[in-house]
């Protein structure tokens, strides 16, 4: 089901016994994000804390903080679900015949109610205010950790256009807050929004700017999603949510935001204007980012619904709620990277690679050098490219148990044959490259050594027989009842045969 609003997604949470109102006064400087990162290291409910210290907005937080809720924020019981279905739409070919297309037309019928659609009026402009009315402390805006810059916002819609092109970009940059009219915008390096900044500062022109809060959680998960230039966020959100997301036009910027969100923030960046010192910020590394120079947002309107909910997070030492939108984003973009390249299993990001740092991926391994080919394929592959450890295993390592997966690492590997080391962009905020957004990555091939790999005879996983695992399994639940059930290594791809060339290197 789609959300019309994030209130209706809460009260599900609710009903479901997931959420927790906290009726007592709580400081927005530290202590709210204190509670709420307790809340999501343990697995915990949905925080509506009704008496923020300051600001007119209840605030809502750890929104995302189990795999369940992650899936149920994107209108489904596991987003396993949209995997499948991106799966699905992927593999559908180009119509040759008549016919063909006559089939195609109930999944392009189905495409094109998703996109998003203009209305007349939303709720995110029951109040409006402009002007000196238009003050950012109605907000009730966190300070999350003891040497933060200052007050954040950290789980907005940041909506900008390509002044070329028109293409609209929805991306999830934190904000800090610079004064009652005025927001720091951090645009990184690689990010789109920082590629219409500089359009727009070619052109000469101001830059405007829409920041939507709340609404649909799906909303605010695509804001977050890695997707390929070109591709619309809330085109994706209609996706998930299996239909289109309405819009409204800006009060004051003319840009298209969200009929439905909570709270709209309007302004212009004047790309002429010295930038402003943005930071530091306890970021989702779980180290402090640097201070740094970035383009400032003024701010001309805010609107927002009566019953607004201002939406937060809190990122830091994982594991905290990011976890599962990083969960969410590897397993819906599986299917998009199998396309770059096939041979590819599954993948995982475990979350103490806090996404960028490592990368565990099983192939099926069908030639030689195949391990390296991905390696140097993914880091030319859009965001990807930014990853600073890939480790390649064979089809039948389970690389989302990351216990397995580093067993199986450091018994194949021969350092000096199967590394890749390489130089290349990285995310600007490892603070351990030598350079800005530059430096050092490493690919491991972890896979079986064929004989041309240099390569000797492999030998075999230890592993019992099926049918004795299965008879001495229910002995053992008899004997300790409850016990969990066991992970044991996967067996089911055969051992790698060694690559014979024929007729040229054409297997026959």
């Known amino acids: ?9 809460l009260d599900r949470v609710e009903r479901a016994g997931e959420l927790t109102r906290v009726r007592e006064r709580v400081d927005l400087h530290l202590d709210m994000a204190a509670l709420a990162d307790r809340a999501a290291k343990q697995g915990g409910p949905v925080l509506l804390f009704e008496q923020p210290s300051s600001g007119r907005f209840p605030v809502a937080m750890n929104l995302f903080g189990t795999r369940r809720r992650t899936s149920w924020a994107l209108s489904c019981e596991d987003f396993e679900e949209h995997a499948t279905a991106l799966r699905s739409l992927l593999k559908t070919a180009p119509p040759k015949t008549f016919w063909d297309k006559v089939k195609l037309l109930p999944t392009l019928g189905k495409l094109a109610t998703m996109g998003p659609k203009l209305v007349g009026s939303g709720a995110c402009q029951e109040v409006v205010l402009t002007g000196k009315e238009a003050d950012l402390s109605i907000l009730p805006v966190l300070t999350t950790w003891p040497h933060d810059g200052g007050p954040f916002i950290t789980l907005p819609q940041v909506i900008t256009r390509d002044p070329e092109k028109g293409l609209r970009n929805v991306g999830m940059y934190r904000l800090q807050v610079l004064g009652p009219h005025r927001l720091a915008l951090h645009w990184q390096l690689h990010k789109t929004a920082t590629a219409h900044y500089r359009e727009y500062q070619k052109r000469g022109e ?73 930071g530091p910020f306890g970021d989702h590394t779980g180290y402090y980012s640097l201070a740094d120079d970035y383009p400032a947002l003024d701010v001309v309107a805010i609107t927002h619904r009566k019953d607004a909910v201002y939406p937060a997070t809190v990122v830091g030492p994982p594991p905290v709620e990011d976890q599962w939108l990083g969960k969410a984003t590897e397993r819906l973009f599986l299917p998009l990277l199998q396309v770059i390249a096939p041979e590819i299993v599954d993948y995982c990001m475990p979350v103490e690679g806090v996404f960028h740092n490592l990368c565990l991926i099983s192939i099926k391994k069908e030639h030689p050098g195949q391990a390296k080919k991905v390696i140097h394929g993914l880091w030319g592959s859009g965001q990807m490219a930014q990853t ?121």
């Open 388 to 508: 600073k450890t890939l480790v390649v295993f064979d089809a039948e390592v389970d690389v989302q148990d990351v216990s397995q997966a580093a067993w199986r690492a450091f018994a194949n590997v021969d350092v000096r044959r199967d590394l890749v080391l390489s130089d290349g962009p990285v995310d600007v905020l490892d603070h351990a490259s030598a350079h800005f957004a530059y430096g050092g990555k490493i690919g491991v091939d972890a896979t079986k050594k064929w004989v041309e790999e240099g390569g000797r005879e492999w030998p075999e996983v230890c592993v019992h027989p099926a049918d004795v695992l299965s008879r001495m399994d229910e002995v053992y639940a008899r004997l300790v009842p409850g016990a969990p059930p066991i992970r044991r290594p996967r067996i089911d791809a055969p051992p790698a045969a060694s690559w014979t060339p024929r007729k040229g290197g054409i297997l026959q």
């Open 1 to 9: 089901m789609a959300y019309r609003t994030l209130t209706e997604f």
């Open 206 to 278: 101001r830059m405007p700017v829409a920041i939507a809060l709340g609404g649909d959680p799906a909303l605010t998960y695509c804001a977050s999603a890695p997707l390929p230039p070109g591709i619309d966020e809330y085109l994706f959100a209609g996706f998930l949510r299996g239909e289109g997301v309405r819009m409204v036009k800006g009060v004051a910027t003319g840009l298209e935001v969200p009929a439905d969100a909570d709270i709209v923030i309007e302004g212009f960046v004047d790309t002429s204007a010295p930038l402003v010192r943005e």
